[in-house]
């Protein structure tokens, strides 16, 4: 069973940054895709950031140049590093882990971008 424990979220001024990261526990973590995704409130959930087990990248348009996703296979953990931030990149942030048809979810944590 894999677990996803989100944490780095919190209240930042415009135009600050915040890294989020999320740890994995389970195995294979490897060969994870795995991803950040956020929800507002009475609005669907949608990604901003996605990376494979190769290492390759996508990005939602409303956050190209400005997040950037990474992975330490180690660590067993993902990054989001997330500059230029301005309130409408307020949302609850969410990991995210899929394997074929596997798919797993942490809890979430709150990002704030509010002067």
């Known amino acids: 069973q894999v677990q996803l424990v989100e944490s780095g979220g919190g209240l930042v001024q415009p135009g600050g940054s915040l890294r989020l990261s999320c740890t994995f526990s389970?195995?294979?973590?490897?060969?994870?895709?795995m991803g950040w995704f956020r929800q507002v409130p009475g609005k669907e959930r949608k990604f901003p950031a996605i990376?494979?087990?190769?290492?390759?990248?996508n990005y939602g348009d409303s956050v190209k140049g400005r997040f950037t996703i990474s992975r330490d296979n180690a660590k067993k953990t993902v990054y989001l590093q997330m500059n230029s931030l301005s309130p409408e990149d307020t949302a609850v942030y969410y990991c995210?882990?899929?394997?074929?048809?596997?798919?797993?979810w942490g809890q979430g944590t709150q990002v704030t971008v509010s002067s």
């Open positions: 995210n882990s899929r394997l074929g048809a596997s798919t797993f």
């Open positions: 990376i494979d087990s190769g290492g390759s990248t």
């Open positions: 389970g195995s294979f973590f490897t060969i994870y895709a």
